[in-house]
């Protein structure tokens, strides 16, 4: 590991001659008096409560739930190396493949299914180490490092260290506790996670993010269950109430910066910058989610002013609030949306696709994807969007 001394925690020295780190218990002493920084958490405050405002006028919050958690579930998953797209999730959700063939797409399934589960465990169960392992089965079910030697859903009985491919524990960037370690250390940040105190619920948040992450209590997987955990504290605390903050997508764009931060507290006790980093992740991404669900707003209401506007055409505008739902789609969810016939489904999607609304991307005569172009393009901010023919996957 390379540093041998740390003001907010101490490096022992294992038996077997490597040394890991050992965080001091949650929360540190810290002076956060500077009007600079009281200043960028009161801008956090209010930009969060904005959003979660939000959830309070659209006429139904999934128009940006089931969006704004798939962007989550795509950036977090791309900070540990996958490659799946937005667009390329929601034509995999719409091809009625039980496994799609493209692991990372799966990666990125499990990440919803786990912030789903949290998100409804919550109800029932408070954020807990129980509530860790359980969605850590969830995520790494069939994925790279869910094999069970990986132990999904247990924490490790042996050491983990964080490196480049190649190093050994000797020269590790960073080793975490050992496991002999892990039952003390986990019990004091669940202990934090519901103690009585005066810190902002933003920066409780930030100081749990660094402690898990400190801690590495899984084999695999523990970038995106501590990500998870931002989503599941934030909403049992209070601040949303319902998961609208993709702050993945900010720490996937500055990643080295965020691997930095989080590094430099265990090696420097350096909290300041780290808090400052997540509170302007804070900040940046609410007004983005505000921003885009101004666009998503605007955007649903001109496509049912269009249908609005034309007699033969009034009768299916439920097809378009389920397209903002399901930018990708087939002809059979079409039909379920509608409640109707499938040639009734099929005629009202020929509709879609007159507009300019919608349009088919497959060139197959059975088993048709239609994609709503400047929808997915809205949320992916105008990047290409998923086709499968221009990869040769039907």
């Not at 949290?118 to 790494?140: A, T």
């Not at 250390?185 to 930030?206: G, S, Y």
């Not at 090696?267 to 992740?281: D, M, S, T």
Request: with cysteine; charged share 20%.
């Amino acid at each position: 590991m390379r540093f041998s001394t740390s003001p907010t925690g101490k490096v022992i020295k294992a038996l077997q001659g490597y040394s890991y780190f050992l965080p001091d218990p949650l929360p540190p002493k810290l002076d956060i008096s500077d009007m600079r920084f009281l200043k960028l958490l009161s801008d956090a405050d209010r930009a969060v409560s904005q959003l979660a405002g939000l959830g309070y006028t659209i006429p139904n919050p999934s128009f940006l739930v089931i969006p704004y958690t798939r962007m989550e579930a795509v950036a977090s998953s791309r900070i540990e190396g996958t490659q799946a797209s937005l667009s390329e999730l929601f034509y995999f959700e719409a091809s009625n493949k039980e496994s799609p063939t493209r692991t990372d797409v799966i990666e990125v399934q499990n990440y919803l299914k786990a912030l789903f589960y949290g998100l409804e465990r919550i109800n029932s169960l408070p954020l807990s180490l129980r509530l860790m392992r359980e969605v850590h089965e969830l995520l790494m079910t069939d994925v790279r490092g869910g094999t069970p030697d990986k132990t999904p859903g247990e924490f490790r009985k042996s050491q983990n260290w964080i490196a480049s491919a190649g190093s050994t524990l000797d020269n590790a960037r960073y080793v975490p506790p050992h496991h002999s370690k892990l039952a003390d250390v986990l019990k004091d940040w669940e202990k934090f996670l519901h103690m009585q105190t005066n810190i902002p619920p933003l920066i409780q948040c930030a100081m749990m993010h660094y402690q898990f992450e400190a801690i590495h209590p899984f084999l695999d997987g523990n970038g995106r269950v501590g990500r998870l955990f931002i989503s599941f504290f934030l909403i049992e605390k209070g601040v949303l109430t319902q998961p609208l903050l993709y702050l993945s997508q900010y720490f996937e764009q500055h990643r080295t910066a965020y691997y930095d931060l989080l590094l430099d507290i265990s090696e420097h006790g350096n909290w300041l910058e780290w808090i400052e980093f997540f509170l302007n992740a804070v900040i940046v991404q609410s007004n983005h989610a505000i921003e885009s669900a101004k666009r998503i707003i605007d955007t649903r209401e001109a496509y049912r002013q269009k249908f609005q506007d034309n007699s033969k055409t009034r009768s299916y505008t439920a097809l378009v609030d389920f397209i903002f739902l399901t930018p990708y789609f087939n002809l059979s969810q079409a039909q379920k949306a509608l409640g109707s016939s499938y040639v009734t489904a099929s005629k009202a999607v020929g509709i879609l696709e007159e507009l300019g609304l919608v349009e088919e991307i497959t060139g197959q005569a059975r088993n048709r994807i239609y994609v709503a172009r400047e929808l997915i393009q809205l949320l992916e901010d105008n990047k290409p969007i998923y086709n499968p023919k221009d990869t040769g996957k039907k």
